[in-house]
């Protein structure tokens, strides 16, 4: 199946931060694969700007670097020149006036404008106020924001104002890269391009749903960073939060950026606040490797590297289906997976019939990462003679082999949501109510923990998480899906 690449319209792309790790590791990368696929113009210039003082032939060189390190390209590449041809280099420091003209001399007429901030979110205010007085930025131009969107309620609603002094809500692209897998924008097709599962897709039918992102990796490299947030902050109010919507809403009565958010948004304002009994906090423990406490250079750390709750979305569609969540550094295998698991049939009509083999409730399995893909579990018969026997079979479906060999070059997240923020489709991106809602619902639940003093339960590196975790759904009559790649 060959993809079909439709090139957008010229842009400016100023990338804030075009000195730091993630412009390095991913923006610069990424365009340069779409420069390669041919979705980004002739016509498209991208200006990096920082402090670091350099003129364009360096960025270009240190650009040309990260793209073979990050990027997977060899030196010789033929379109690695042509691409750095696009790009420029302006020294700004967001909280001075040097450099804002200079900038504004670049921009051109006719041609999209959007301002990446792949800054720390402290600068967030200082740029867009010094894009507004230096007249770089108009009503059509778009500002690409970073995570973390806040820490708590308080500060996510301060950015949002600061940003709104000078932008429109519709001007404002809050990145989620989540949002931009190619697995996670399917989870919307496969409920809302198939007639199959909406009628299942309710508590009558689904007995409760897994969702799991689990890592292999502890936090050495960024532990102070890591330490400042835990597994609740950096994955969970944003990333699961987004999975979790996209299970749990409504159909939008379009594929429109507002119809789709407003859907997130009132599952968000749904989810019932999660009791203390009902989450379980872990951190992973020395073995061999240091540990958590070493990793984040705190001995006295009360963090999380790994978190399981068992969530509640309270309206007529789930009420009686618990979701629950678990996230975790240092675990057995990298993996991110949803698992929805049905009821049982209400009757069976093989039990009396000396049928074998236990009836199994089917499943449906979301396979994010890696080997992108669904699993969906059914009875069967076993073949061959000897009476009835049930067994249960996996209906596998992996995208790369039903697709053919271009859907393993899927695009990465990054990739398709900067092509989304030149097309102005905000789809993929989160609005600042659902950001302020999924903190309001997160806020309580950090505070009872600060106010408690307890300690995560430890666990071991390469396992499953604490044994507390398994009692979270021991006590439902249920089980956590086993964690493997
Ligand atoms: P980083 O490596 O520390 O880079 C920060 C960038 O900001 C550098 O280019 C730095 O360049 C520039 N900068 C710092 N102070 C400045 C100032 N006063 N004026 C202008 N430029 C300034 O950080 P990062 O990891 O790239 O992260 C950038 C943002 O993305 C952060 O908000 C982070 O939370 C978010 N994020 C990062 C990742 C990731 O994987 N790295 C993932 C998700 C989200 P100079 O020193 O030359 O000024």
Not at 87 to 109: C, Q, T
């Amino acid at each position: 199946m060959v993809s079909r690449v439709i090139p957008v319209e010229d842009f400016d792309l100023v990338i804030f931060g075009a000195t730091g790790d993630l412009a390095r590791r991913k923006i610069l990368p990424g365009l340069y694969r779409r420069f390669v696929s041919g979705q980004m113009p002739d016509g498209a210039q991208i200006i990096g700007a920082a402090r670091t003082d350099q003129d364009d032939a360096a960025f270009q060189a240190e650009t040309r670097a990260a793209i073979i390190e990050f990027g997977k390209v060899t030196e010789g590449d033929a379109d690695l020149d042509r691409f750095l041809k696009h790009l420029h280099y302006v020294a700004i420091d967001a909280k001075g006036e040097g450099g804002w003209k200079e900038l504004k001399s670049k921009m051109r007429e006719g041609v999209v404008h959007a301002f990446y901030f792949s800054v720390a979110p402290s600068l967030f205010g200082d740029i867009a106020e010094r894009l507004a007085k230096h007249d770089i930025a108009d009503d059509d131009s778009r500002i690409v924001v970073e995570k973390p969107f806040g820490r708590d309620l308080e500060s996510a609603r301060a950015l949002n104002k600061v940003l709104s002094q000078h932008f429109d809500e519709q001007q404002i692209y809050r990145i989620d890269h989540y949002l931009g897998k190619e697995t996670v924008q399917n989870l919307m097709a496969v409920r809302f391009a198939n007639i199959l599962f909406e009628p299942l897709w309710n508590a009558q039918y689904i007995d409760h749903v897994q969702i799991t992102v689990a890592e292999t990796v502890g936090v050495g490299g960024r532990g102070s960073y890591y330490d400042n947030s835990g597994a609740i902050r950096d994955m969970v109010q944003n990333h699961m939060m987004q999975l979790l919507c996209l299970i749990a809403m409504e159909p939008p009565y379009h594929f429109d950026p507002d119809a789709v958010r407003d859907e997130k948004l009132k599952v968000i304002r749904a989810l019932e606040p999660v009791a203390p009994t009902e989450i379980v906090r872990g951190q992973y423990q020395a073995n061999g490797e240091p540990g958590y406490l070493e990793d984040a250079e705190n001995p006295q750390s009360r963090t999380e590297s790994y978190i399981a709750m068992k969530v509640r979305v309270s309206n007529w569609r789930w009420q009686g289906t618990p979701f629950y969540l678990r996230t975790g550094k240092k675990l057995r295998a990298r993996t991110s997976e949803i698992a929805i698991t049905f009821k049982e049939p209400p009757h069976s009509i093989f039990e009396d019939a000396g049928a074998a083999g236990e009836p199994k409730a089917n499943e449906l399995i979301i396979r994010l990462q890696p080997n992108e893909g669904m699993d969906l579990k059914v009875m069967i018969k076993e073949p061959g003679p000897g009476g009835m026997r049930l067994v249960q079979v996996p209906l596998d479906m992996t995208f790369a082999d039903a697709l053919g060999p271009d859907a393993a070059d899927v695009t990465d997240a990054y990739e398709r949501l900067i092509m989304d923020v030149i097309r102005g489709n905000q789809t993929l991106f989160m609005r600042g109510d659902e950001v302020e809602a999924a903190w309001a619902w997160t806020d309580p639940i950090i505070q009872a923990w600060d106010e408690g003093k307890a300690r995560p339960e430890p666990y071991d590196p390469g396992s499953s998480g604490p044994d507390e975790a398994l009692g979270l759904m021991h006590r439902d009559g249920r089980r956590w899906r086993e964690i493997r790649s």
